[in-house]
């Protein structure tokens, strides 16, 4: 298997940031859709939820459509993608609902068993500490919560990732900097071996972790959380 290479964590450059809003917005629904499937089968339809490396905010602002009854709150380590997170919000009309602010995935803005349900998508391989992430996750949850945490794995088939890389081109490559995105986030996602062994490690204890084409999803186990 070829080595992870480390991609950059921050997507500060408004530019990019504005272009990926633009298109996330675009051609997110299925994404945002699957998620929402299981947060309806872990039953959950209240309480509080955290959404890490939230980007544009495209995740909580369809989920909280859905569930209008749980309080939103989701950080990103870039502020400005915090800042179109806002204006997104406002476009949509759940700016009172949802709450946008700078945070990094290593220090969770919560207190210790404050939150029903975590998310994140997308993210996990912008991340070289995993194991200090999955530890903020066991940190901040009640007894109980709930979790989804979606990213790419680097050992997915080669067929997948070409017919993949081949769609990311064609929507989202037209801006050149957006272009080579899809390969280096697979590039620098985890193995599912490797991310076995960083929950292992970490203080995480109710998780399963499977696999959807180029998928990796970690969630927490249904009756436990
Ligand atoms: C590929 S985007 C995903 C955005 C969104 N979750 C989605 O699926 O559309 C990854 C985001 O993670 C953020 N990020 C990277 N490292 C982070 C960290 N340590 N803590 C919080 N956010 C981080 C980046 O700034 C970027 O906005």
Redesign the pocket.
Known sequence: MRERISES???EDREL?EY?SLM?KKY?RI?CQRVLSRIKAKGIQQGNCL??????G??PIFLSKAFPEIRFRA????SV?IDIAWKNAIEAGLADQIEFQV????SLPCDDQSLDLLL????LH??DRPVDFFNEVARTLKAGGSFVIVDFHRDASFVWVGLFDLFWRFFFGKHPKARKGFME?VNSSYTLEECRAFLNQSKLTNWKLYTRTIEMWIESIPGNG
């Open positions: 964590g921050v997507i940031a990926y996330a997110m994404p959404d890490v490396g939230t980007g544009p495209i995740f950080i990103d380590l870039s993608m945070g990094s995935a290593y994140c998508t997308n993210t912008h991340l986030s």
